[in-house]
């Protein structure tokens, strides 16, 4: 039994120590339906100018740093109507910290008729981790990436955190 000992303990420790703890990829993919197709930085990257990008983060997530060309419609107070400019079958990107509430706008944006409608894989801080540009409110680049919290902030790699 005893040489069996180390080889248990140290299988045991392994799969303690990875308990809790995920990749980006894997988290990403913990919080999403897939109710929206996902775009990927690398995708969105080449057509910004042709896409409608709608931030849903809170204004103050917003205001330290953005995609440039984002309109924030903030998650807490969306509603369809605030986008009734947008064409139904314009492509759009919806993004926010990591994916999750963007997910749910472009539930809604989908439901109102809207046909081709993105979320941004990882947020922004996947836009932010693969290297790609952020804006402050001057829409001057900035390196600064609200976190929304503690928790969260432990997915952006890249850039400097704002709580």
């Known amino acids: 039994m ?5 080889p248990f303990i140290l299988f045991l420790a392994s799969a303690l120590t990875s308990c809790g703890q995920k990749t980006f990829d894997e ?3 913990s919080l999403y339906k897939k ?5 990927k930085a690398d995708s ?11 931030d849903t983060r809170a204004r103050e997530e917003f205001e330290v740093s953005h995609i440039s060309s984002a309109r924030l419609v903030d998650y807490d107070g969306f509603e369809v ?4 400019d947008i064409p139904k079958d314009k492509e759009v990107i919806v993004y926010c910290s990591v994916g999750y509430r963007s997910e749910r706008v472009g539930e809604k ?5 809207y046909t081709n409608v993105k979320n941004l894989y990882g947020g922004i801080f996947g836009w ?3 290297g790609n540009e952020v804006v402050g409110m001057n829409n001057l680049p900035t390196d600064s990436v609200h976190v929304y919290n ?6 952006l790699f890249k850039g400097t955190k704002v709580y």
């Open 128 to 130: 932010k981790n693969e």
């Open 44 to 54: 969105l990257k080449p057509k910004l100018s042709e896409v409608v990008i709608l």
């Open 150 to 155: 503690r928790l969260w902030g432990k997915w």
């Open 35 to 39: 109710t929206v197709p996902l775009i």
């Open 81 to 84: 109507e605030q986008v009734n």
């Open 2 to 6: 005893k040489k069996y000992l180390p």
């Open 109 to 113: 944006l989908q439901k109102a008729g």
């Open 27 to 29: 988290k990403m993919e």
